[in-house]
């Protein structure tokens, strides 16, 4: 994620200006303000703007003339219930602007969340930068032998090291090409919105992207998954960390109610009703199918 | 709109805190933080929080890694562009989060912009207020004649008095049996989910409504029309006021292309066309309906 | 809900007339389309037309140039294996448009599901009937005192009997004034948009609501649920038996799944674990709330 | 667009079944039902299924028990006043699903219009086919020199023939490496979800996409436009053919209204004005930029 100086600079200049504000600020989001926390071998998170904190959640709960309860205590009490319950409204309430710099492919399942707002870096504008997404070794995996859309061991040595060699032979070769292409020198040049289709997913794309923080919640639980691919679940994991620094009670609420919770079923309550009684209950007296009995002993931590 | 002591209390505290952020702050709007602006009789705006400035608008266009353009100038020029060429999503960039108090029915209308996010004020949890909408007496009109949604002149005295009369007292008396029911002064006490169905559509409710410019752009559009109803219209037009402080060039830049702008059919350009070529246009030649016809001709100011 | 002769005609007519269609039919529902389904004292619910069948979930999971899976064993397995794992697109796949008569008061809670398409009958434009809920002497619940947003018991006979005196009572006068305003009978008239103010929540509106299956399962989740205002659950169960003909395998996951299972936070599940080792677990070491622990019990039937 | 022997069966057995159906039918769409209608090199557009016809639009807004307006000619004339009033809406009471075929630069400006439903073909799950972008020659643009983002005159001989040769070559060889790096023979294979993004923009995804009309509308509006990028367009344009037959009211209002239509700002509406009292209005004296003047020059066809 090598940011050119000007970008640096551009970056620096923002974060030395304060100003005064009479809205809700919230100071452990402040502090992460425009910096760019790297992500993969060329991406990177950025904060650009939020609004509201964790006593604009009661506030909007509460249709309030001041800030929230009475009591930062009450604060996080009344998060947690709203949590519990599925009021998902007053965490609508706050909203958070990222500039995301990340690769094509990672953007095509990102922006199946429609609820956002995005800008997305121009190529029929703009000329794209000669930067390409190249796993680190430890993340070249195998197709998954059990899960269709999963990967699974980490591949050995020479068929890794083919994998690779073709990823950034091909990306070369596609950047080459795509700037012969445009070129103006000596040949008109293809227009941008045309050339950029030789390029490959794995090419850096970037934009701005904007969420309440109901929404950026329901993401962050899909993609912080262990399910989710890597690439994504990176970015995401990065989000939850700035995340906690900005609304640190709505997080821990966010924690203990949907990411290391579970959702059960109708069957899978009864087993449990039924395990607690002392019956011995196994797939098939459970009424469930091989892959959610799987996926309940899972949950169960067995 | 009297607010009580402890509100206004409230909302003195909140604006005399000032922080210290590093976010974009807009001077204009700043000013305006937390005070209610009185509409209609008992009800109000209040700008509760907001992200972005017309800046933000430019940095988002660009995918910037600063703030906008180079020069302010270039800023308005940019904004008048991307409002020129329906450029939705650099708007979508801005957010403003507003406590507004408005009669039902006003709400009800309000409420059909989908793409907002809203916090109401709950009478299943809370009791409301003794508040209700009683129209100036120049604001009680005639059904229309030419148009079956809207309205006709102002209504004479007797019969404006006899209309007026019966709102007031309608309401007193529906708010009595209202605290009649639910009091639980030598009774059980009727749930307040069911009490408040007694209540009539001129009462006052409050939300927390929270939506970003372009959304806001297109509900003032619709609500700051003259052929809005005057209830919501007067709302309409004091949020007008405070955009124009908030992000004066995008707010010019509406007015421009949208408030006061017209969107011309087909056979309406054609129309123009033939008259520029000296041609006498007119209904009946003009391929138009008589509407659309009278409608054209509002357009050209004749 | 009495429907005027001329109205049942115009149902009869439009349910005698079949056309062929190459579109995927599904049988269950066909059979139930336009009928009125009474609900509450004069609302109703009205299938008027839907897209797509359990098949056409199949179909699009699988961007098929056919119809679904191969066989229909398989469709149902599918489609429990989407639900499970929070697929929602493919349930957006299959749409339905229902037309409900209902009171004002639960309108207003319906239309926060903002997900959907809706035509409201309009009071700017037309006369509204003269038809108020009143709710069944069994329906006519004391405020809670355990949850300030429900209800509890029955009122008793005297008590009951008064809250009845008083809908009714006000209903019938601030009709018979909204009528008085609008009457052109030797005076001009009231705007019917003005006039409507006066009408009480319990009046009833109608609607035209069209939904994809996804957000009307997230709908009735909410609504069919128990702890929802009894007047809108009444609705939800409704639409569920029309749900369970329309498309019965998506029906049967969603009971499964979301209705009859229950969300079990971390601390929760940790429990669950430490109980089925043997430990004996109480509110105390749960880690949880009174609150959470109370609905923690619930969960497990206990 | 070639279809395999066993996609061309599936597509004959659908179109070959018609079933009995209560709901609204439009003969003039039923007749294009699962046909491929080809687009660019190897894309198409098929018609899954629909919701409702131009009855259907009046029967919502008039929240009828029967079907539209009384009378065909009612039915036109209130579609029409729908259309030029901006009621959005009853034209949401119809949807529409399409099976679509396309290059992946497309889909990725496609997708930017969110208010709709979206299954696509997953490239984590399965393995895409050799199928890639290549333009006709003569759509083979430089890049504009007086729009950023738009293309100018068509290449030339030679350095079109260096385009197209380029883009067949990395096509090819893009798809080589991919099913290397994928195959299981001889070796673990690479997980797909990473192969994936060896592959350029130029190759073919698929997906289900399902909107409603009144946002199709607003696509088609945008993306049928002059100024759209050319491999868009044919696809919005065959859209329109298909939406002509099946809504034809609808969307002739559409034409006449919106794609054929302009909307002129308040200082246009102004020239407009002078220049019909005889004024001799040009750009200096216009209060418009050169960009705007140009702009609304074109609108009046001068």
């Known amino acids: 994620m090598p940011l050119s100086p000007e970008q640096l600079s551009e970056i620096e200049a923002q974060r030395a200006l304060s100003q005064p504000t009479r809205r809700a600020v919230s100071p452990g989001i402040e502090q992460h303000l425009y910096t760019a926390f790297g992500v993969l071998d060329h991406g990177f998170v950025r904060v650009i703007d939020y609004m509201g904190d964790d006593a604009a959640i009661c506030q909007a709960a509460r249709v309030s003339y001041g800030r929230g309860t009475k009591s930062v205590q009450n604060d996080e009490g009344l998060i947690r219930y709203l949590m519990r319950h599925w009021h998902?409204?007053?965490?609508?309430?706050?909203?958070?602007?990222l500039h995301v710099k990340l690769p094509v492919f990672v953007a095509r399942q990102w922006i199946r969340h429609r609820t956002a707002n995005v800008n997305e870096y121009s190529a029929r504008y703009s000329i794209l930068d000669r930067e390409f997404y190249i796993p680190e070794p430890?993340?070249?995996?195998?197709?998954?032998?059990?899960?269709?859309?999963?990967?699974?061991?980490?591949?050995?040595?020479?068929?890794?090291?083919?994998?690779?060699?073709?990823?950034?032979?091909?990306?070369?070769r596609a950047y080459d090409n795509y700037e012969a292409m445009i070129s103006q020198d000596g040949q008109?040049?293809?227009?941008?919105?045309?050339?950029?289709?030789?390029?490959?997913?794995?090419?850096?794309?970037?934009?701005?992207?904007?969420?309440?923080?109901?929404?950026?919640?329901?993401?962050?639980?899909?993609?912080a998954d262990a399910h989710a691919q890597y690439e994504i679940r990176v970015y995401a994991d990065q989000i939850?960390?700035?995340?906690?620094?900005?609304?640190?009670?709505?997080?821990?609420?966010?924690?203990?109610?949907?990411?290391?919770?579970?959702?059960?079923?109708?069957?899978?309550?009864?087993?449990?009703r039924r395990m607690l009684r002392g019956e011995t209950v196994d797939q098939e007296n459970s009424g469930m199918s091989k892959g959610e009995w799987r996926e309940f002993e899972a949950a169960l931590g067995r």
Chains 1, 2, 3, 4 share one sequence.
Request: proline share 4%.
């Open 88 to 97: 998902s409204t007053p965490f609508e309430m706050c909203e958070i602007k």
């Open 138 to 172: 430890d993340h070249v995996n195998a197709q998954s032998t059990v899960n269709n859309q999963g990967r699974g061991g980490v591949l050995e040595g020479a068929e890794a090291a083919r994998v690779l060699e073709i990823l950034k032979a091909d990306s070369a």
């Open 188 to 223: 008109a040049g293809l227009a941008r919105e045309l050339a950029r289709m030789n390029l490959p997913a794995n090419i850096y794309t970037q934009w701005y992207w904007k969420v309440d923080l109901h929404n950026l919640f329901h993401f962050l639980r899909l993609r």
């Open 240 to 272: 939850c960390r700035l995340v906690a620094d900005w609304v640190p009670f709505a997080y821990r609420a966010f924690e203990d109610y949907r990411l290391g919770g579970a959702q059960l079923s109708a069957p899978a309550l009864d087993c449990v």
